[in-house]
Nanobody
């Protein structure tokens, strides 16, 4: 079965950096666009960014542009979220998700994603 496993979350001070990884199995990774979302209690899941199947097209929510970078390694079936200049408001559970697509069209809507990881907690402290 399909599994997406996130890792790399933790506690970091404001201004610091973290890199999240999401390892995929049970699917043909290069047939999928990959997204990152985040969620805090009582709020809807928020789009963070999306990378197409080649890694050549990446989009981000405005609040993370210039601070977060999404990349993927199709030889390792892994997608990454490099987070820098972290802010208190970046605190959330971060999820990776897979969306079957071989186009360059991104999707910011969580309902369009087929598979989800279990999430990893990122806490930014002052």
């Amino acid at each position: 079965q399909v599994q997406l496993v996130e890792s790399g979350g933790g506690l970091v001070q404001a201004g610091g950096s973290l890199r999240l990884s999401c390892a995929a199995s049970g699917l043909t990774f290069s047939n999928y666009a990959m997204g990152w979302f985040r969620q805090t209690p009582g709020k809807e899941r928020e789009f963070v960014g999306d990378v197409n199947w080649t890694g050549g097209n990446v989009v981000y929510v405005d609040s993370v542009k210039g601070r977060f970078t999404i990349s993927r390694d199709n030889t390792k079936n892994t997608v990454y979220l490099q987070m820098t200049s972290l802010k208190l408001e970046d605190t959330a559970v971060y999820y990776c998700a897979a969306r079957r697509s071989r186009t360059f069209t991104p999707s910011t809507t969580w309902r369009n994603y087929d598979y989800w990881g279990q999430g990893t907690q990122v806490t930014v402290s002052s």
